[in-house]
């Protein structure tokens, strides 16, 4: 069955140090997505992206982050300079394009980010 | 604003015993969506289920089934005879119907299931 994969599952980093994580959605996924899950908390949205560009992004998602699918199949989340609040599980998250009702979002295993 | 509340933190059950999930939303919209997902100890997120705003039959899978109830604005979940591979964090999460395409998800603070054998 189809699904979501991410790189690395751990990174460790050090404050104000730039990081990447990437995600492969499902291939024919078109809708993709960023959360994340500060330790023992809910899981919050970042940013969806659709047709090159970001569709939404929350107020998280400051002008420290970025999003960019690079080619066909990689889509990834760079943090600039990574603040110690930073440190959180980040879940990568596709679907179909959706067309009168919302598609499911399929998650992928998370990269623990540790910010020391 | 939408929100979800899992008023449970925390549940223990002794194995084969029955427990029940609650989760209560809120939202302004008429057509909206209810999920749950499983985050077991490995720590990805399993989908369950999807529901939305206008049907709201009842639903069961296996041991598992859901109660969809509109007027308590409440979507809860049941694990029937439940087994030690259902430890794990719960988590109920809403969303809007499509505007401009798929919707964020807005998710509850979980609840975690532990069952004892």
């Known amino acids: 069955e189809p699904e979501v994969t991410q790189t690395p599952s751990h990174q460790v980093t050090q404050m104000g140090q730039e990081v990447i994580l990437r995600c492969v959605p499902i291939?024919?996924?078109?809708?993709f997505y960023w959360y994340r899950q500060i330790l023992g908390q809910k899981v919050e949205f970042l940013v969806s992206?659709?047709?090159?560009?970001?569709?939404?992004k929350s107020e998280i998602f400051d002008d420290q982050f970025s999003v960019e699918r690079p080619d066909g199949s990689n889509f990834t989340l760079k943090i600039r300079s990574t603040k110690l609040e930073d440190s959180a599980m980040y879940f990568c998250?596709?679907?179909?394009?959706?067309?009168?009702?919302?598609?499911?979002?399929?998650f992928g295993p998370g990269t623990r980010l540790l910010v020391l | 604003a939408q929100k979800v509340t899992q008023a449970q933190t925390e549940i223990s059950v002794v194995e084969k015993e029955d427990v029940t999930l609650d989760c209560v939303y809120e939202?302004?919209?008429?057509?909206?969506?209810l999920f749950w997902y499983k985050q077991p100890p490995s720590g990805e997120l399993v989908f369950l289920i999807r529901?939305?705003?206008?049907?709201?039959q009842n639903e069961i899978s296996g041991r598992y089934s859901w109660n969809f109830q509109k007027s308590t604005s409440s979507f809860n979940f049941t694990i029937t005879a439940s087994q030690v591979v259902d430890s794990a964090v719960y988590f109920c999460?809403?969303?809007?119907?499509?505007?401009?395409?798929?919707?964020?998800?807005?998710f509850g603070t979980g609840t975690r299931l532990t069952i004892i054998p």
């Open positions: 992206f659709y047709n090159n560009e970001i569709s939404e």
């Open positions: 998250a596709s679907s179909f394009p959706s067309g009168s009702y919302q598609e499911t979002q399929y």
């Open positions: 291939s024919n996924h078109l809708y």
């Open positions: 939202t302004r919209d008429t057509t909206y969506y």
């Open positions: 999460a809403l969303s809007d119907a499509p505007r401009n395409g798929n919707e964020k998800l807005t």
């Open positions: 529901r939305n705003s206008f049907d709201e």
